[in-house]
T-cell receptor
Framework: GAGVSQSPRYKVAKRGQDVALRCDPISGHVSLFWYQQALGQGPEFLTYFQNEAQLDKSGLPSDRFFAERPEGSVSTLKIQRTQQEDSAVYLC????????????FGPGTRLLVL | GESVGLHLPTLSVQEGDNSIINCAYSNSASDYFIWYKQESGKGPQFIIDIRSNMDKRQGQRVTVLLNKTVKHLSLQIAATQPGDSAVYFC??????????FGAGTQVVVTP
């Protein structure tokens, strides 16, 4: 009964570099969420998948951010041409069903863009 | 949500005392609310949730109160322990799937 896992746990990127962050949700969970958490603040919603369908991407800050979940399980958040303002903790969460259920969070990936 | 930068509101509590953490939510359409605990370097950990058709829910050592009239949520922790030291976030569910988090409260438990 493993929880949500994320990799890498830490990533240092040079400005302009592309990065890919991976999320393994709890097995069988239908819904998967990505959040961005800046230092000292609460998580901010980025995007939401139900199985492989991306139902809401309203929180993605720019077209440099792209998320996918092609087989309805593992998800990848990709950031192209990273900028310093992208430095944050990226959190993944999953929930068993479709909505209005507890979201279980992973440990996050801490991204530092230099 | 509102940003408080690096200076989170802090609640200092003596070990063994009860803690009350307050949260104002913003969206009248929200009908599901959650409290999370976040320790340094970790992801948010679920504590307790409540739906809008309830005004109180109890868990182990924790109670959540919901006042929809004034859009206020509170978390009560009984007999606070050193392990309760963390940042606590309330979150609301204004639309399908999306959680909107409050700014957070740092709880410091002193011996």
């Amino acid at each position: 009964g493993a929880g949500v896992s994320q990799s890498p746990r830490y990533k240092v990127a040079k400005r302009g570099q592309d990065v890919a962050l991976r999320c393994d949700p709890i097995s069988g969970h239908v819904s998967l969420f990505w959040y961005q958490q800046a230092l000292g603040q609460g998580p901010e919603f980025l995007t939401y998948f139900q199985n492989e369908a991306q139902l809401d991407k309203s929180g993605l800050p720019s077209d440099r951010f792209f998320a996918e979940r092609p087989e309805g399980s593992v998800s990848t958040l990709k950031i192209q041409r990273t900028q310093q303002e992208d430095s944050a903790v990226y959190l993944c969460a999953s929930s068993p069903g479709q909505s209005q259920e507890t979201q279980y969070f992973g440990p996050g990936t801490r991204l530092l863009v230099l | 949500g509102e940003s408080v930068g690096l200076h989170l509101p802090t609640l200092s509590v003596q070990e063994g005392d009860n803690s009350i953490i307050n949260c104002a939510y913003s969206n009248s359409a929200s009908d599901y609310f959650i409290w999370y605990k976040q320790e340094s370097g970790k992801g948010p950990q679920f504590i307790i949730d409540i739906r809008s058709n309830m005004d109180k829910r109890q868990g182990q050592r924790v109670t959540v109160l919901l006042n929809k009239t004034v859009k206020h949520l509170s978390l009560q922790i009984a007999a606070t322990q050193p392990g309760d030291s963390a940042v606590y976030f309330c979150a609301e569910n204004p639309s399908r799937g999306k959680l909107q988090f409050g700014a957070g409260t740092q709880v410091v438990v002193t011996p």
